[in-house]
């Protein structure tokens, strides 16, 4: 006679999460790729010495857009699993915050610029410095200086002008070297008003209407 066994059943119910197919899974790692996509270009926009307008535009729609989708897709799914959070929920959230705190800190304009620093201290090395009441002088550069492209650069009194390929939406925007610091005298004609942000060590990043 053969005895009944004991079945011993799995106190531990399978989770929504096991649950889910392979087909599930890449919808999540796809939408959190383009929630970094988004994050990127927010970031990689504000690090020019002004900013990439049409970059930071579909960048921020980009943000709009996928911040939506989280909390619609966010909703129907407590709803669906009787409000049971996931952690996989907070990722998207977390990279918002820290995105939002690089911005507010300037961090992707410092960072950049830290990396490209060498690079352009290398052109005016040795040189120089055109003494206050001098003419602007164009000069040749290589057309990349560190990760920024550049279209142009003048000696000017008291130092150097760099102008940056992407501007700042209607208004010119590069780098300057004035180891004694922005004078009057930079403010002439087709540069107009220009406005210098200090980057140490004698080197500014400028806007200028033109």
Request: contains cysteine; glycine residues 12%; negative net charge.
């Amino acid at each position: 006679m053969i005895e009944p066994q004991d079945v011993t059943m799995s106190d531990t119910a399978p989770s929504d999460d096991d649950a889910l197919d392979g087909s599930g899974w890449r919808l999540i790692w796809a939408f959190h790729l383009v929630v970094v996509a988004a994050a990127g270009g927010l970031l990689w926009s504000l690090s020019y010495p002004g900013s990439n307008f049409l970059l930071m535009a579909l960048s921020g729609l980009a943000a709009f857009v996928v911040a939506c989708v989280w909390l619609f897709w966010t909703a129907i799914y407590l709803a669906r699993h009787a409000g049971k959070w996931r952690k996989w929920f907070l990722i998207g959230p977390v990279i918002g915050v820290l995105t939002l705190a690089l911005l507010c800190t300037g961090a992707p304009s410092k960072m950049r610029w830290a990396a490209s620093r060498n690079a352009f201290a290398a052109i005016v090395a040795g040189h120089p410095i055109p003494p206050p009441g001098s003419e602007w002088q164009q000069f040749t550069v290589p057309r990349r200086l560190g990760s920024y492209s550049i279209i142009g650069a003048d000696w000017v009194p008291g130092g150097a002008v760099f102008y940056e390929a992407h501007g700042s939406f209607f208004d010119d925007a590069g780098f300057a070297y004035l180891p004694g610091g922005p004078t009057t005298e930079l403010d002439t004609g087709w540069f107009e008003g220009p406005r210098f942000r200090p980057l140490g060590g004698g080197w500014y990043s400028w806007t200028a209407s033109w």
